[in-house]
């Protein structure tokens, strides 16, 4: 993720690629490319092999109880024919590194800048912690069913994506016809870059757009499905994320239950007033010093 969200100059002037060459970048990506391959290639061969292993019936150990995953479903895609298009191995490797790179990284950092702000604004997280114990009374952990009645929960993971989108810049975007836009002539081809960052901090569009302030969501009808533009952390129209829904629910699942099982504090006394909250550059928003917190199991 890192060296996605690095200025490549080459993009932009061509004749200067070759300074990558030498200062090693590109022999960086070369690596980091070799890694991922290696690690999908062994996913697919472990579900194949899984694969043969029941279609002889000889790992009845786990016949009964055997299910299905993304992998499963895509290479019986490719054997049978059944989406009506050919897909191959790479394809299929592609499509499994775009859930690892877009559904991992981009899930995580959201809930350490959440952490963050509660650990910053512990009246927030006595709230939060008051309505996810209340609904979930003895149970040990949360469900998805539980999460419908969670309002606040929900507030505080919307104001954390305002304030700290995954992907500030979005996904680049590129103009597929001449325009004119505010006075400018836009040609077709032109890479369009979207400041999701900048405007879910607009003073224009929201009040006190700097403060973590989840009760703005509480009485708002604004979404972060692309609706509403002020708020697009998931970008908006066509070539909106199409993970959503998932990264939604397991955001929502994993932050109500980590509230829910413990109290947090900063190590060694700490103040939440004194926590560096400095963000760092790259694809991906992230703390520029990692969060360390310290998890005592909660006696409610």
Known sequence: MRLLGVFYVGDFIPSLAWVYHINGFDAQVDKVAKEFDKFIEDILEEHIMHRVKRERNEDRSNQGEYKKDLVDVLLEIQKDNSAGLAIDREHIKGLVL?????????????????????????????????????????????????????????????????????????????????????????????????????IARDPSLWDNPTEFQPERFLNSTIDFRGHDFQLIPFGAGRRGCPG?????????????????????????????????????????????VPLLAVATPSSC
């Open 98 to 198: 775009d859930m690892f790179a877009a559904g991992t990284d981009t899930t995580y950092t959201v809930l350490e800048w959440a952490m963050s702000e509660l650990l910053r604004h512990p009246r927030v997280m006595k709230k939060l912690q008051s309505e996810v114990r209340g609904i979930a009374k003895d149970k040990p952990y949360i469900t998805e069913n539980d999460l419908e009645e969670m309002h606040y929960l929900k507030a505080v993971i919307k104001e954390t994506l305002r304030l700290y989108p995954p992907i500030p810049l979005l996904v680049p975007r590129e103009s597929t016809q001449d325009v004119k836009l505010k006075g400018y002539d836009i040609v077709a081809g032109t890479m369009v870059i979207t400041n999701a960052w900048a």
């Open 244 to 288: 959503i829904t998932f990264a939604m629910a397991t955001n929502d699942l994993l932050f109500a239950n980590l509230v829910h099982k413990f109290d947090w504090a900063l190590p060694d006394g700490a103040k939440g007033e004194d926590l560096d909250m400095t963000e760092c550059t790259g694809l991906t928003i992230h703390r520029k």
